[in-house]
């Protein structure tokens, strides 16, 4: 279900990831992809994880004060490891416990399928 926390998340996933349609990387998905291009398996895992570590860490997220905007910018930058995320914030031991709540849900990659869609890995 889509909802303000997830579709941070996927804006933040397509800024944070590159197309990889040159040797130097490419461009962020960004500036020639957009939700419409998610694949169905990836919008459903996506949402499907947004959801489950909303539920999850409630209390947590209620407490850091945050936007859900913010947080799941914050949950798409920090499970995947990025240089910023919940542990950046000035949130103390919340956003450690967030960024704690991260580690299960692992890394994400995306990239461009042979269909033009965007997959995750």
């Given amino acids: 279900m889509k909802t303000t926390f997830s579709t941070a998340y996927l804006e933040c996933a397509l800024w944070s990831s590159n197309d990889e349609s040159n040797e130097q990387g490419g461009n962020p998905m960004d500036a020639n992809y957009d939700e419409s291009d998610l694949s169905d398996e990836c919008r459903e895992q996506m949402e499907k994880d947004c959801a489950e570590f909303q539920e999850s860490n409630r209390e947590l997220l209620e407490a850091s004060g945050q ?55």
């Fill in 67 to 121: 936007s859900d905007e913010q947080s799941g910018h914050d949950f798409w930058l920090t499970r995947c490891g990025h240089g910023a995320g919940f542990w950046d914030r000035g949130l103390g031991d919340i956003g450690r416990k967030l960024t704690d709540a991260c580690k299960p849900y692992g890394n994400v990659d995306l990239y461009i399928g042979d269909d033009g869609k965007i997959y995750s890995i």
